[in-house]
């Protein structure tokens, strides 16, 4: 069973820092995805309402990447106001794919399409998407169709 949602954007101004920046003065490529994690904890925190470090610490359920595309289609220079932004594609047992991406205007400067798959951190198994989570996002977001 998996779920289609509808894409609903969870959005987050953000400010481009010299410590986000190369010697040229544009974003290094790897600080778009320190800005991916930030905003997916976001996501979970102010989004869907739940702890996401109480999801990792005392619930001790993981939510690791499992495969990441990203396209770098423009510079973002520092001091560029820029918004992140993230939509569910797709809804699993286990697992979730993400669309993020990062614009400044109508501009797309990084686009990510992210798998991330819900582990027992004990086990490092995959589990269900916790009810919580499936709860929150159909109740917040996203028009939830079953499919059989």
Aim: net charge negative; with cysteine; proline share 5%.
């Amino acid at each position: 069973m998996s779920t289609r949602l509808m894409k609903t954007r969870f959005e987050r101004p953000s400010k481009i820092r010299f410590s986000q920046c190369d010697p040229a003065g544009i974003v290094f490529f790897p600080q778009y995805l320190v800005m991916v994690s930030s905003l997916l904890e976001d996501w979970f925190n102010e989004g869907l309402g739940i702890s996401y470090a109480d999801l990792i610490g005392p619930r001790r359920v993981g939510t690791p990447t499992v495969r990441l595309e990203c396209d770098f289609k423009a510079v973002s220079h520092f001091g560029d106001d820029v918004i992140m932004g993230l939509e569910v594609e797709h809804l699993g047992r286990t697992s979730m794919i993400l669309h993020i991406d990062c614009r400044s205007g109508d501009e797309t400067r990084m686009a990510v399409r992210q798998v991330i798959v819900f582990t027992d951190l004990q086990t490092h198994l995959p589990i269900r998407v916790p009810d919580d989570i499936r709860h929150a996002m159909a109740s917040r977001f996203f028009d939830l169709i079953e499919e059989k």
